[in-house]
């Protein structure tokens, strides 16, 4: 054995034994004066105290990584970066794992504030970029791609660098921002023009430009936006030189010269175009001409020359469609109504129906409108299609009357066109809430078209349950499970939804039976599993609740591949912090909100509830103020949203800026806690007389609904304020 490891062994020994035995028997240390607890001279602020949290969030991160839980590590990364959201080695921490565990949406926000990956790795920002344009944030997706070109940027530009700005400038065109668009456009010519000086390999090129006519026209029509008439000539151009087409030339002239300021040579361009037989660019031509028009100072012809135009192309449904749309936009109903007609009869869309519910609406002709309604139904099978215009038809008594009276005189019909009335008077008095007329409807539609059941009674459902007739809408969702039609998915649909009637109409257990039915036909469903947590919790059966709810996160927490689980889960969490704050167990619930802001960090609600809760308990308030201003400012019109940020404010003592909040509060939503609120920060406002009142208010509305306790709390502070 070496010296050294003599030594290593010799202190070894004295730390194991000879320490211990001395620490036992010594006597405590004597010092000459009494030792003092250390009291900082400032207290740190609240930004100080977050950057410290950030850094035991970032500790506690690196350790789950080191364990291999990487999951875990993602939310810590995710919450270091909310108390401290310039800390770049934490954002990079997440935009590497939310790659690894397949979580692209974790990745976003991260993505956006790395700086410093902007000198380094190009990858991951684009791959964030193409996820972005695929959710169709492009903004965000251009703001990512920006910032891969500043990575190991090229001159000349590479092939790597001319694909991000192929990339870019379509992005920018999406946003209409052509100047910026038309510049990286630009580039990509250069490049497209001399591929070896830019290293552009054949395979590339030819995947760049794709349908080559088609691209150079979108290149042409961008730079033409941006007011680069030469640069757009030349792309049109190379569009002819690739697939020549006399009317795409024509309509092409006509546009460059519209954009020169010669606007009669441009007609005369278009009509060009027009004359052109096989011409076929779409809506752009028409709308090309409606400008044209207008800047001329002649938009009283618009409509003369679209009818001239429909005689020459009778079938250009797309024309069609514009006409019949500025006759109806006109009032010229005798015109719109007969187009619409036949090109819904050809090429139907939501649209046509629409507009033909609308025109005879406008005329008082309610047999026009049930025949619609049957064609729909025939066609759809419901009346979804029809959208607004069908609240027109609701809140039209004779309309309503008219259609069930159709729908009641085909009940003993056989073809289908009667089939259709019958189903679409039950649906209409279903939205009508004519309940009692729909029950007949409903019976013989589904008789005559049983194949057509299981939409009816789930519609038929809804609507019941809509309308608090929650018994009558577990017999109709009970009726389509037991159906022997009915599959297995369909019947735990039905069950799902019989669960949350049986339950809303007092029946707890067999609401209980039908959501654990639910489980039992699809396991593997987040959503069916929180009916069960829910009616627990809707029972106020809180243990049992908590534990149901506990149990849906342990088991579908990682199923994040799928968004019914995640949207579950996240509403779990937001469950499970209500009833923690209902049991006074704050931590526990500040917990489950950090948990859903690490994965949602702009999730309104979380927000929103955090800094009330934060507000509540007067700790954190510049950062629960903060949270509640987004929260406000996603949904300025949510009363809940407004309350918090006024009791944030009023906590951090802006009596004045709190008052004009909750009054905002009051009128969105007049919940006694709001009024309660506002008559606090009334008081302190120096507004004696309308905080008593207020509180009065409250407190009226408290013992209304039967809550007394809560009501002699406000009459206390009535009372000790006079």
């Given at each position: ?55 035991v ?36 921490s ?14 976003i ?36 791609y ?67 006519a ?61 004359d ?36 020459k ?105 009667e ?8 649906l ?53 499970a ?20 049986l339950?809303?109409?007092?029946q ?21 599993h ?91 308030l ?32 802006q ?68």
């Amino acid at each position: 054995m070496t010296d050294r490891s003599l030594l290593r062994v010799s202190l070894w020994l004295a730390a194991v034994l000879i320490v211990p035995a001395v620490l036992r028997s010594a006597e405590p240390p004597q010092f000459d004066e009494p030792l003092e607890v250390f009291q900082p001279r400032q207290a740190a602020s609240e930004a100080e105290q977050d950057r410290a949290q950030a850094l035991v969030y970032y500790g506690m991160a690196r350790e789950a990584e080191g364990r291999n839980e990487f999951q875990q590590a993602l939310r810590w990364y995710q919450r270091t970066l909310r108390y401290d959201p310039s800390c770049e080695p934490a954002a990079r921490s997440v935009l590497r794992l939310a790659l690894r565990l397949k979580r692209p949406d974790w990745a976003i926000d991260a993505a956006l504030k790395i700086s410093e990956c902007k000198k380094n790795d190009r990858l991951p920002l684009r791959y964030m970029a193409i996820y972005l344009s695929q959710q169709g944030r492009w903004k965000d997706a251009i703001e990512l791609y920006e910032g891969c070109l500043g990575v190991r940027p090229h001159d000349p530009a590479v092939e790597e660098d001319v694909q991000l700005m192929m990339e870019m400038a379509r992005l920018c065109y999406l946003v209409e921002d052509n100047q910026k668009a038309a510049a990286y456009f630009k580039e990509v010519l250069k490049a497209l023009e001399a591929p070896r000086e830019h290293h552009l390999s054949p395979k590339v090129r030819r995947e760049l430009l794709g349908n080559e006519a088609e691209t150079y026209q979108s290149i042409g029509n961008c730079l033409l936006a941006a007011g680069d008439v030469e640069a757009a000539k030349s792309a049109f151009q190379k569009a002819e030189e690739a697939s020549p087409d006399v009317a795409r030339v024509a309509f092409n002239a006509a546009a460059v010269e519209k954009h020169s300021g010669r606007l009669e040579e441009a007609l005369r361009k278009l009509d060009s175009y027009f004359d052109t037989p096989g011409g076929n660019l779409g809506i752009a031509p028409y709308a090309l001409l409606e400008e044209i028009l207008n800047q001329l100072g002649r938009g009283d012809e618009l409509l003369t020359r679209l009818a001239a135009l429909r005689d020459k192309r009778p079938n250009d449904d797309k024309l069609g469609y514009l006409l019949a749309e500025k006759w109806f936009e006109a009032e010229q109903y005798d015109r719109a109504a007969p187009l619409y007609t036949a090109l819904s009869s050809k090429t139907p869309t939501s649209t046509a129906y629409q507009r033909l519910v609308e025109i005879a609406m406008a005329r008082a002709d309610y047999e026009k409108v049930a025949d619609v309604l049957s064609t729909v139904v025939e066609k759809t099978g419901s009346l979804d299609a029809l959208d607004e215009g069908l609240d027109r038809v609701v809140a039209s008594d004779d309309a309503v009357e008219s259609v069930l009276a159709r729908g009641e005189k085909a009940t003993k019909g056989t073809t289908k066109k009667e089939q259709s009335s019958v189903q679409a008077a039950a649906l209409l008095a279903l939205r009508a809430e004519r309940f009692d007329a729909a029950k007949p409807l409903v019976n013989t539609a589904i008789a005559a078209m049983p194949d057509r059941a299981q939409n009816l009674l789930l519609t038929w459902g809804l609507d019941l349950l809509d309308a608090d007739r929650f018994k009558e809408a577990a017999d109709a969702f009970r009726r389509g499970a037991e159906r022997e039609d009915t599959g297995k998915e369909l019947s735990a649909v039905f069950q799902y939804y019989l669960a949350a009637a049986l339950e809303l109409d007092g029946q707890t257990e067999a609401a209980l039976e039908a959501a654990r039915k639910t489980v039992e036909l699809q396991e593997d469903s987040a959503p069916f599993h929180a009916r069960v947590a829910w009616v627990l919790f809707h029972a106020d059966r809180k243990a049992e609740s908590l534990a149901a709810y506990r149990d849906l996160i342990d088991r579908f927490d990682d199923d994040y591949e799928s968004e019914q689980s995640c949207v579950a889960v996240r509403q779990a969490r937001m469950v499970l912090s209500s009833l923690c704050v209902s049991e006074d167990r704050v931590k526990e619930a500040v917990e489950w909100l950090e948990q859903v802001l690490d994965e949602y960090p702009e999730n309104p609600g979380a927000l929103n509830d955090l800094g009330y809760l934060w507000a509540d308990e007067n700790q954190h308030l510049d950062r629960a103020y903060r949270m509640v201003q987004q929260a406000v400012e996603s949904d300025p019109e949510n009363g809940a949203y407004r309350d918090s940020l006024g009791w944030v404010l009023y906590r951090r003592g802006q009596f004045d800026e709190a008052v004009s909040e909750l009054e905002k509060a009051v009128e969105l939503e007049p919940d006694p806690v709001v009024l309660d609120h506002l008559g606090d920060a009334y008081w302190k406002a120096n507004q004696q007389e309308k905080a008593r009142a207020t509180w009065d208010r409250a407190a009226a509305e408290l013992e209304a609904n039967g809550e007394y306790d809560d009501a002699a709390e406000i009459r206390e502070k009535i009372t000790g304020a006079k």
